[in-house]
């Protein structure tokens, strides 16, 4: 089928700003139902607007497709301002549409990340014409799990996402763009390492003045009204049906997983037809199945799974009123260890058994050759385990859900070896005996330790590990807590140090096999840079805190009868 496209209509919003607009449609009969993609990363380019939806593919099997450049963004009229106009912005672009010649009337939205935000804060004012969404790897709200987890600044993507993806297209727009600030987005681009390194963390002169919002993201570490104004959580969503698309080494796997379950219960039981979780192996950008150190096979990948013909056969049922075409199966999930796709009757699944692996250690649990165990049964040799923890000298980050180096390279990202991290001593490790079958660990995955801190405040990481017979150590998950941010995120309440609290560690969620002869390992430790801004360990604002205020903390895991502190897994157990 031949296809039509109109490149840069000017569409014009409800303030007059015009934002440029390219329409991709059938050549021949119409109407059409529309897709809508909103994207801030150039509509000129084909590989961004096609990452999750081929444009042409959608368009050939009779669909018009439009997609946007959201304002302030290359070739569109206004100011970025990130999260802050997509609502608005949203509705008037599917009103504009539904009321084309080419249009049905009928619009469903898609795209990831960014461009999945601009999907939920649209749908967020209730637009007449907008019928279903598609919306992968993204979230509703933009503090928890997209800027900040678990109150700690998600220093390596903020600043990543800002200086690769967001900077150039703010300088590209400005003719008279100082040629020194060309030069020095540049300079840190070549350098990543010594600009996460930097401090104070809110010292990039350059890169606030490209992009204000970085310093308004750092002003508000907690959630206040800004990130409410923000965020498209809450009843204004409509029921209307979402595919949601995640990732578990994806960094906005919780949002995603939200998402499906803030109107999953709406409903009296899980619909297919309503709400779909579909989650892969892959990370942010990096939908391959391949990662530098492990490999899901051929059905892993994006393309393997066919994610382009699953969203066009969602946007058929619901648009055009296609036959049933969806799985009965409300949630498709891909299982680590056997490597294969499994349906689902929901989310988290209803046959979950959740079991706890407390810590123990006979002597000292630090590095992986020290003694630390997990074990379901309570008893432990040692009351605990301390190790000291020094902002100058932070554990590196090595795998799990982040956005290092870069978009589509996932390079530091998934299911990477903890070997070297785990023989730092600021390190501890809890280490399971060998299984004598295999396990299966599949939703949410939570650590609930005992701790204290010689500091004001600190951070405490957690991270679950697979480890080989051969000695590999395998990140399977992991999170992070700021303790000042233990009780609520709203505002901090600090530590007395050498008192015992009681936290929670989110790993986020897994569906991981440990095979017969593996062990559960979980690391505990109080930093994981540069995913995660530096904690110093001292009552300032983290942002502000420059090399002087840095503190080192002796962090201490507790771990007897009265203080069980343990792992909490979700096991399912079927029949083979």
Known sequence: MDVVIEKNLRVAMRDGVELATDVYRPATGGPFPTLLERIPYNKESYGMISGWVDVLRAAREGFAVVVQDTRGRYQSGGTFRPFADERTDGADTIAWAAGQAWSTGSVGMFGSSYTGATQWLAAAERPPAL??????VTSRDYYDNWLYQGGAFRLGFA???????????????????????????????????????????????????????????????ERDDYWE??????????????????????????????????????????????????????AHGATSGVFPERAFGMRAGFDGADITGMQLTWFEEHMTGAPAATPS????????????????????????????????????????????????????????????????DPVVTCGGATFLPGLFIGANAGPRDQTRTEARPDVLCYTSEPLDRSLEVTGPVRARLHVSSSAVDTDFTATLVDVSPDGRAELVCDGIL??????????????????VYEIEVDLVATAYVFAAGHRLRLDVSSSNFPKFDRNPNAA?????????????????????????????????????
Do not use: K
């Open 131 to 136: 019928t279903t969404i598609s919306a992968a």
């Open 229 to 282: 104004r923000l965020s498209a959580r809450g009843p204004a969503v409509p029921d209307i049906p979402v595919l949601n698309i995640g990732g578990w080494h994806d960094l906005f796997l919780g949002g995603t997983i939200d998402n499906y379950l803030a109107l999953r219960t709406r409903t009296a039981g899980p619909d297919a037809r309503r709400q779909r979780l579909i989650i892969g192996p892959w």
């Open 482 to 499: 700021r303790c000042r941010y233990r009780t609520s995120t709203t505002g901090p309440e600090f530590l007395e140090p050498g008192a």
């Open 159 to 221: 600043l990543q996402w800002v200086t690769s993806a967001l900077g150039p297209g703010e300088l590209l727009r400005n003719a008279a763009a100082e040629e020194g600030h060309v030069t020095d987005l540049r300079r840190m681009l070549d350098n990543m390492e010594e600009v996460f390194r930097t401090l104070p963390a809110r010292e990039h002169p350059t890169l606030t003045t490209i992009a204000p919002y970085l310093a308004e993201w750092l002003d508000h570490p």
């Open 329 to 392: 199966s409300p949630v498709r999930i891909f299982v680590m260890g056997p490597d294969v796709w499994r349906d689902e009757p929901d989310w988290p699944l209803p046959d979950t058994e959740y079991v706890d692996y407390f810590l123990g250690s006979a002597t000292d649990a630090r590095t992986s050759g020290g003694d630390g165990t997990l074990s379901t049964s309570t008893g432990s040799a040692t009351v605990s385990d301390s190790f000291a923890y020094d902002p100058a």
């Open 540 to 576: 300032v604002p983290v942002a502000d805190a420059g090399p002087a205020d840095l503190v080192v903390a002796t962090n201490t895991v507790w771990h007897d009868s009265t203080r069980p502190s343990r792992l909490v897994l979700p096991v399912v157990r079927r029949s083979a």
